[in-house]
């Protein structure tokens, strides 16, 4: 069965330092989804990328963090620096298309996410 | 600014029983909503959906209502099933353009054998 892949599962990082996650997708599917999910919370979306291109980062703090999904397969999601508030699950899912018809809903997959403890 | 709501962190039933999970949202945009399941060190997973057409949606054991006057909807669980024990997501979104699903916080249910 096809599954959105993450590395690192588990990372453990002093804050100023520089950390980076990789996704890759269920093969075909256009979407991509990076998620952040605080303890207590539920997940909050970081950015969405159609193909190669960010189609929604109204949520991504650019001052430290970056996407990139060159090739519109995989994608990468980095925070430099790592501060203490950045501890969290990083979820990344995929969809054949990100599109919203009326009644209907492609159906987002998650992977397994990566934990971040900022020490 | 929590625009999909669990009040309820947390529930406990009885294997057998039903399991009522409430969702509340305050955006009238909203006209698509979702369920989702996460097991703990996974991902969530998708349960179940409803469009804002609709009063009622049923899969087997789970069937969502929604009362859009009260801008309300509920998961219910019947009969609940000790596998059925996770975090249970609420979550929404608007149609037209890029699908930006908002989550609410989660509700643990717990289903005692």
């Known amino acids: 069965e096809a599954e959105v892949a993450q590395s690192p599962r588990y990372k453990i990082t002093e804050k100023s330092q520089a950390v980076a996650f990789w996704c890759d997708p269920i093969s075909g599917h256009a979407t991509l989804y990076w998620y952040r999910q605080i303890l207590g919370q539920g997940p909050e979306l970081l950015v969405q990328f159609q193909d190669e291109s960010v189609v929604d980062d109204s949520q991504l703090p650019k001052d430290r963090f970056s996407a990139e999904r060159l090739k519109g397969v995989d994608s990468t999601l980095k925070i430099q620096p790592a501060e203490l508030g950045d501890s969290a699950m990083y979820l990344c899912a995929s969809s054949l298309d990100g599109l919203a018809g009326v009644s209907s809903y492609n159906e987002q997959f998650f992977g397994p996410g990566t934990r971040l403890t900022v020490l | 600014d929590q625009q999909v709501k669990q009040n309820s962190p947390s529930l406990s039933v009885q294997e057998g029983r039903i399991s009522i999970l409430n969702c509340d949202y305050t955006?009238?945009?909203?006209?698509?909503f979702l369920w989702y399941k996460k097991y703990p060190a996974e991902g969530p997973t998708f349960l179940i959906s409803?469009?804002?057409?609709?009063d009622k949606n049923e899969d087997g054991r789970f069937t969502v209502f929604l009362n859009k006057s009260a801008k309300h909807l509920s998961l219910h669980i019947v009969p609940s099933q000790p596998g059925d024990s996770a975090v249970y997501f609420c979550a929404a979104r608007k149609s037209g353009g890029y699908q930006k699903v908002t989550f609410g916080t989660g509700t643990k249910l717990q289903v005692i054998p």
């Open positions: 955006n009238s945009m909203f006209d698509y």
């Open positions: 409803i469009s804002s057409i609709k």
